[in-house]
Structures are given as structure tokens and as C-alpha cells.
T-cell receptor, first 112, second 111 residues
Framework: DGGITQSPKYLFRKEGQNVTLSCEQN?????MYWYRQDPGQGLRLIYY???????QKGDIAEGYSVSREKKESFPLTVTSAQKNPTAFYLC???????????FGPGTRLLVL | EDKVVQSPLSLVVHEGDTVTLNCSYEVTNFRSLLWYKQEKKAPTFLFML????IEKKSGRLSSILDKKELFSILNITATQTGDSAIYLC???????????FGTGTRLKVLA
């Protein structure tokens, strides 16, 4: 089965804690993305990566970090510097022709 | 600054009605416009539009792009309760893999 997987489905973060959200794709797509979705605000781009070992900040990168060591994987770390992390996080990928973008099932992050 | 604006923000209709959702954009170097349906989890892809005036259709859904006036519409005919969702519009630009999303239109179809 080809697709994008995200884990965990739900994640709880304590104050001052860093947490990492996993995103893996087996579609052989070049580009991968992380979006944050808050109620009534659509999708906002956190980071994206066009190739391995390279990534660019999106519109709301502060308090987040990423790595792209393998083509299949693009983990997102929510650091303690992100003061309002409660949101729905979506990972996506697109092929080299950029004809479309496919989404994973999402991770809902909650703060304890 | 690149932006994508969707209207209306929300819409309530009855089964059988026809709805038209709007997406206007102001971006540098337009490449493509994508429509998605989101029902409580990940968005699912509906259409990709790159050329003006060409209508894309899938069953009761259709979409058209006007590159001169910088907007797209998504039409849903004979709506059903299963059409209730958030509909997202995204625009891709040349020279980058970035997509800019609108805030979405929340559609509720009543039985």
C-alpha cells in the first residue's frame, strides 16, 4: 500500500518538553511538507523540503525544527519555544512534477 | 504577499441544492490550483487546474479556473449529506514546491 503515514495519532506534551511527530512516505515523492491547522485558519506551512538534506522555512517556522536525512522521512520537532502548540499537524508530499500534494492522516497535539 | 481567499467561509444548504464555492488568488508566477475536501481528518484531493476555461468534472463535482480574473469555482450539484466537509483551495507557484492555502469553506448539507 502506497501512502503517507503519520504517528502518533494523538500526542500530549508537557510544558517545556520537546516532542517529535513522525512522517513517512513510500510514494517516492521528492518534496515533503508540514502544515499546522487551527480552527478557522486553514492550513499554514511550517517547513517544506524539496530534496534530501535540504529544507526551507514556511510561514510559521518559529518554535519548530525538521530534518530530511532520508527521502522517505520528514520528522517535525515541536520545541518548548513553541508557546501555543495545540493544533492538528498534517504532513504532505508531492512528486517532482508538483501536479498535486497528498496528505497523511494527521497528528493532533495537545498540551497538558 | 501571496494570498488565497475563499468564500463563503461557511454555508448551510439542504439536500438536493446546488452550491458554488469560490477561490480567488493573488500570487506571483501562478502554476496550478488545487481543490481538496476535508472531513475531520486529512484533506483528500479533488481537482487540479492549470489552464483557463477548462472544466474538470467528477460526478456531481466540477471546477473551472479563470486565470484572467484570478479565481476558481467549485460546483456541487444535487448535494448530499456526505458532501458536508471543509473545502480547501490551494495555489502552487512556479519555481517552488510551496502551496498557499485558503482558509476553507465549511459546507453543511442538511437532510
Amino acid at each position: 500500500d502506497g501512502g503517507i503515514t503519520q504517528s502518533p495519532k494523538y500526542l500530549f506534551r508537557k510544558e517545556g518538553q520537546n516532542v517529535t511527530l513522525s512522517c513517512e512516505q513510500n510514494l517516492n515523492h521528492d518534496a515533503m511538507y508540514w502544515y499546522r491547522q487551527d480552527p478557522g485558519q486553514g492550513l499554514r506551512l511550517i517547513y517544506y523540503s524539496q530534496i534530501v538534506n535540504d529544507f526551507q522555512k514556511g510561514d510559521i517556522a518559529e518554535g519548530y525544527s525538521v530534518s530530511r536525512e532520508k527521502k522517505e522521512s520528514f520528522p517535525l520537532t515541536v520545541t518548548s519555544a513553541q508557546k501555543n502548540p495545540t493544533a492538528f499537524y498534517l504532513c504532505a508530499s508531492s512528486p517532482r512534477d508538483r501536479q498535486t500534494q497528498y496528505f497523511g492522516p494527521g497528528t493532533r497535539l495537545l498540551v497538558l | 504577499e501571496d494570498k488565497v481567499v475563499q468564500s463563503p467561509l461557511s454555508l448551510v444548504v439542504h439536500e438536493g441544492d446546488t452550491v458554488t464555492l469560490n477561490c480567488s488568488y493573488e500570487v506571483t508566477n501562478f502554476r496550478s490550483l488545487l481543490w481538496y475536501k476535508q472531513e475531520k481528518k486529512a484533506p483528500t484531493f479533488l481537482f487540479m487546474l492549470t489552464s483557463s476555461g477548462i472544466e474538470k468534472k467528477s460526478g456531481r463535482l466540477s471546477s473551472i479556473l479563470d486565470k484572467k480574473e484570478l479565481f476558481s469555482i467549485l460546483n456541487i450539484t444535487a448535494t448530499q449529506t456526505g458532501d458536508s466537509a471543509i473545502y480547501l483551495c490551494a495555489v502552487g507557484t512556479s519555481g517552488t514546491y510551496k502551496y498557499i492555502f485558503g482558509t476553507g469553506t465549511r459546507l453543511k448539507v442538511l437532510a
